[in-house]
Structures are given as structure tokens and as C-alpha cells.
């Protein structure tokens, strides 16, 4: 029996949410209670299918409607994909689990309808992320970037408040911009290469000026979008102003996208022009990040602030990897762990958005000062939050963890301590902040706790998603040997694409 | 000067443009008119490449890859420009303002 060309898994998981997109802006509610729960049941069967492929057959390329580059667009698929892909459907699924008590408890009077908005959008967003991933024409990527960008921006809104309005319209504004830089960075690529491909080009780049100003502006353009320090400051309002479920989305997944690109365009595309200045100035932004996130997330009043923050400063770690795999005996520990930790990070931290939902409806605010004692009446939510938690500040056993230490191996082996130290420093502050909110949760409330019974709609996704980020630690040698496969990787990798 | 030196060098200079009152100016509407501004200026810069005498096809004629991503980008900056409208319209009609909150020092956040 002829096995699938595993191309066709790929184009599904462009086309299904791209369908899904559209049946649920046209069909509307009457449909949707079977489309949440279709959805993350065939994308994940259809991430599983690209995974068994991958495995089996090795990394494979794909040509988008059969026209070879440089007229048409290749797609790659190897382990780094598969993963993000991975992740992207497994947070999509647990936030289509959970919206919809989300939205139906929070707006009940105004704005019921406008909320069904968030189902076409979302999936919208799932199409743009599933082709951002899989593509590796730098022209491609632009357009879904663009994509997500959109999606993402209309789903703020949907918190209905000028507050909300405000930090969309400097979200979309700053994305914008920062896509025009990267997109500019494109145009001299194509007038230096001739060619889009990400893998083409790979083997062919000089370190001539051209090339330089090409790659500082695809680069700069994404550290806008990933909200490196000091381009963080439109993530906070964004992330903490929109609706739980949107915010899960946002933190967890697309400022990931970014960084995903930054990391391919880094390692496979620039290594001749990408200087050991340039990755240690990476790092010390990412150090700066990675304190000022703790700061601002410690002086927080609003509990999605924190999280928000959170993420500014977890970003900061991810950015650690540039400087360590600047040393080449230790570049492939840095990188397996800086993607360990963005993985794992993409699970606690929608974990920990989506539990903040549950828990701002139950009190009505996400005041920390209102949230006394919240922990006796959502006490799963809470858990989902200690889970997530033990992740984020990089307990054993937690994917943080594993991700957090083969940083700081590399590091201590390759005699960069000082990286070693703020990983470690880090940990620490996001303790600190992480127990001034549990502090507060699970202090003895002035009065008497009603119980509330488990919304185990919204409580179970975000405790699910919990668990998945403890468990990741001990899945780690799996998700290593998955990452490996065709690892984009130049140094100590495979670095070969089967055609 | 060639006419692709004149129009690379024309691009990048509407690039800078925009990008400098992008920063520069604090009106919502003038900073859309910017990012457009800088949109079309990457455009030349990709008209520019596609000039025969610089085109990566065998005989010389006009490369069509940069012009396939001109019309990918203007369908692009259309539907970004009408949804940044649409929103400073919401925006304006809900606070009556015209500039987000932290570029207008008179408003509200007058100690900044």
C-alpha cells in the first residue's frame, strides 16, 4: 500500500483551519459546538501523522502546488517544525476547550455577539502559525507573519474596552513597522541572492555591507515582534488587556513565532554574517529582559500584568542562547535547551492565562488586592497555576527545568559563568514574584469561602496544560530526538535535508 | 546613474522617510500615512531589483519575482492600512482622542 506523500499532512494543517476559519465566520454559532470540538481533534491527528512521517521517512521539503523555487514557495518540514507545530495545536486545543465557557461567563450582557468573532479569528490564527512554521521562503514567512499579526489584533479587541483598543492599535502599529524592516531586509536579500529560499540561500551568504544591513533589519524587525527588552513595552498592555483565552494564545504561541524565525534565520541563513558581538549583545538584552520582567512583574497589581511581564522577562532567556552557542563545543546543548524552554514555556504559560481567566471571573476582578483567598474557590485553577509555576521558575522535575539546565551547562562548560548567573538569578526573581501572587491566593479570605463547583471546561484545559509542562521533563529525551531530525543546526548537527 | 541605482536609491530614501515620522509623530493617522509611506518605498526598492539589466534570468528580462511580491505586499498593506483605520475610528469614537495614551504628554499622563 502506498503510504501518503507526508507533503499532504503538511497542507492539511494549513487548509483545515483555513476551512475552519471560514465555516465559522459563515455559519456562525449555529455550527460552532461541533467545530470546538473538530478542530483540535484533527489537527492533532494530523500533527501525529506528520510526526510518524518524520520520523519514518526522515525531514522532507515540499513544493507548494508543485512549482519548484524560485517561482513558487518550499515548504520544510524537519523536527524544530514538528514541534512547534506540536505545541501550537496542543495550546489551541486546550483554548478551544475553554473558550467558550470563557466568553459565554464574562460577557454576558454587552458584546455577546461580537465575541462569536473570536472563533473565525483564532482559527485564522492557527492557519497563519501552522504556514509560518512549515515555510522557509523569507517572502512566505513575511506574508504569514503579517497574517498572525492581524488575527492577533483583532482578537484584543474583542475585550471591548478602550484600554484594549489602545494597546491593539500599538501592537498593530509596531507590527507593522517591524514588518516593514524585516520585509526591506528581504528586498536586499533578493537584489544580492536572487532567491527567497531559507535553504538556498543558507550555503551562499557573504559578510559583505549589503548583507549586513539586510540581516540587521530582518533581525531587528523581529526582536521588535518577539518583544526582546527594550522593544518589550507594547507586549504588557497587549497580553494582560485582551481576553484570557487570547491572551494564552498571544504569550504562548506568537511571540514564539518570532523568535522561531529569528532562531532559523541565525543559525541557518546568516552564520557568516551573524558576529560573536552581535550574539553577546543578544545576551545581555535578553539578561537586562529577564531582570526588568521580574521587576515590573513584582511591582504588578493586576494578575495579568504579572503574567504579562512573565513573559517579558521569560522571553529573556531565550536570548541566552545566542552568546552560548557562540562556542561551538556546547552550541547544540544551548540550542536543544533554549527550545526545551520555549516549548515548555509555551505550555505553562497558556496554563497560566487561561487559570487567571477563570480566576478573574470568579472574583469579578484581576486586582491582586481582590484576590484574597481566591485559592478555596478555584482550586484547580490554582493548582494549574502552581504547575505552570514550577515550570517557569525551572524546578526539577519541569520542562523549564531540563530547558534552564542544559543552558547553564553550557554556560558553566564553555566558561561563560556569567550566563550561568543570571539563569540562576533569573529563577529566583520569578520565584518572587510567583509567591507574592500565591501569597495572596491562598491566604485565609476576610469572609466565610462559598464553594464554587469546577467549571471542569475552563479549569481542566489550563490543569492539563499544567501537568504537560511538568511532564515535558520527562519526555525530554524523546522531544530531543525529535528536534534532532534534520536538525537546522549547522554545528554538531546533521544539517541534511533529504530532497 | 542608472534608472536602478535612481530607484533603489529613491526607495530606501522613502523608506527612511517614513520610518522617521513614524517615530517622529504622535497623530494615528499620520502614522499610518508613514507605515505607508515605508511600505512604498520597499516597493521601489523591489521594482527597482526586477530593472532587467539586474535581473537574475538568462537572457536579461524583467524578473518577475519581485513584482509577484510587490502585488503580494500591496494586498498585504491594503488589508493592515483598513484594519489600523478601522480601529483609530473605534478608538477616536470611544475616547475622542487621536494619539495613543503614553504619546500625548498633555492629555492624561501629564508627568510624563
Known amino acids: ?499 | 546613474m542608472t534608472a536602478f541605482t535612481l530607484y533603489a536609491i529613491g526607495g530606501v530614501g522613502l523608506f527612511a522617510m517614513g520610518l522617521f515620522s513614524f517615530l517622529a509623530v504622535a497623530h494615528l493617522l499620520r502614522k499610518i500615512l508613514a507605515l505607508n509611506v515605508m511600505g512604498s518605498g520597499v516597493f521601489m526598492v523591489l521594482i527597482a531589483i526586477a530593472h532587467p539589466e539586474r535581473a537574475a534570468t538568462q537572457p536579461a528580462n524583467v524578473d518577475p519575482i519581485p513584482q509577484a511580491l510587490v502585488l503580494t505586499g500591496i494586498v498585504v498593506a491594503v488589508s493592515a492600512t483598513a484594519l489600523a483605520l478601522a480601529l483609530t475610528c473605534q478608538y477616536h469614537a470611544e475616547t475622542g482622542r487621536t494619539t495613543l495614551p503614553e504619546d500625548s504628554p498633555g492629555d492624561e499622563r501629564s508627568d510624563r
Not at chain 1, 43 to 53: C, D, N, P, W
Open chain 1, 1 to 499: 500500500m502506498n503510504t501518503p506523500h507526508p507533503g499532504l499532512w503538511a497542507v492539511l494543517l494549513v487548509a483545515l483551519p483555513l476551512a475552519l476559519a471560514l465555516a465559522a465566520y459563515v455559519a456562525g454559532r449555529r455550527i460552532r459546538p461541533i467545530l470546538v470540538w473538530i478542530a483540535p481533534l484533527a489537527m492533532a491527528a494530523l500533527v501525529t501523522g506528520l510526526i510518524h512521517s518524520l520520523i519514518h521517512q526522515g525531514p522532507f521539503r515540499y513544493e507548494v502546488g508543485g512549482w519548484a523555487p524560485p517561482l513558487g514557495i518550499t515548504w520544510k518540514v524537519d523536527g524544530l517544525a514538528a514541534a512547534m507545530l506540536a505545541i501550537t495545536a496542543s495550546v489551541m486545543g486546550a483554548v478551544c476547550v475553554y473558550a467558550p465557557g470563557y466568553f459565554a461567563g464574562s460577557f454576558k450582557t454587552a458584546g455577546a455577539g461580537k465575541t462569536e468573532l473570536f472563533w473565525p479569528l483564532a482559527y485564522l490564527l492557527w492557519a497563519s502559525l501552522n504556514a509560518f512554521f512549515l515555510s522557509a521562503d523569507v517572502f512566505n514567512l513575511y506574508v504569514t507573519l503579517e497574517l498572525m499579526t492581524l488575527g492577533s489584533v483583532g482578537m484584543i479587541v474583542l475585550a471591548g474596552t478602550a484600554e484594549s483598543l489602545a494597546a491593539a492599535l500599538r501592537y498593530l502599529m509596531l507590527g507593522l513597522m517591524a514588518s516593514l524592516l524585516y520585509l526591506m531586509g528581504v528586498a536586499l536579500i533578493y537584489a544580492s541572492y536572487g532567491s527567497l529560499d531559507m535553504v538556498a540561500l543558507g550555503g551562499q551568504l557573504r559578510g559583505d555591507p549589503l548583507t549586513w544591513a539586510a540581516a540587521s533589519l530582518m533581525i531587528v524587525g523581529l526582536l521588535i515582534k518577539t518583544a526582546l527588552f527594550p522593544m518589550h513595552f507594547w507586549l504588557p498592555p497587549a497580553h494582560a488587556g485582551a481576553p484570557a483565552p487570547v491572551s494564552a494564545l498571544l504569550s504562548a504561541l506568537v511571540v514564539k513565532a518570532s523568535f522561531y524565525l529569528t532562531l532559523r534565520l541565525w543559525f541557518d541563513v546568516f552564520p557568516a554574517v551573524a558576529r560573536p558581538s552581535a550574539a553577546q549583545f543578544l545576551g545581555v538584552l535578553g539578561a537586562c529582559a529577564i531582570l526588568w520582567g521580574a521587576i515590573q512583574a513584582f511591582r504588578a497589581d493586576r494578575l495579568k500584568t504579572l503574567i504579562a511581564y512573565s513573559t517579558v522577562a521569560q522571553l529573556g532567556y531565550l536570548f541566552l542562547l545566542f552568546p552560548l552557542a557562540a562556542a561551538p563545543a556546547v552550541a547544540k546543548k544551548a540550542w536543544l535547551g533554549a527550545i526545551l524552554l520555549a516549548l515548555s514555556h509555551a505550555l505553562a504559560k497558556a496554563a497560566m492565562f487561561l487559570a487567571a481567566g477563570r480566576i478573574q471571573q470568579l472574583a469579578g476582578d484581576d486586582r491582586l488586592d481582590r484576590l484574597t483567598g481566591i485559592g478555596q474557590r478555584a482550586p484547580l485553577a490554582l493548582s494549574a497555576m502552581a504547575l505552570a509555576g514550577v515550570s517557569l521558575m525551572g524546578l526539577p522535575p519541569s520542562g523549564g527545568f531540563a530547558g534552564k539546565w542544559m543552558l547553564l551547562v553550557a554556560g558553566v562548560q564553555s566558561g561563560q559563568w556569567w550566563w550561568a548567573l543570571v539563569l540562576v538569578a533569573g529563577g529566583l526573581l520569578t520565584a518572587g514574584y510567583l509567591f507574592r501572587f500565591w501569597a495572596i491566593a491562598i491566604a485565609a479570605s476576610d469572609h466565610p469561602s462559598q464553594r464554587v463547583p469546577v467549571n471542569w471546561r475552563m479549569e481542566l484545559p489550563p490543569f492539563a496544560l499544567g501537568v504537560a509542562a511538568v511532564l515535558i521533563a520527562f519526555l525530554a529525551t524523546h522531544a530531543v530526538e525529535l528536534l534532532e531530525i534534520g536538525a537546522a543546526f549547522p554545528i554538531g548537527g546533521t544539517g541534511e535535508v533529504a530532497p
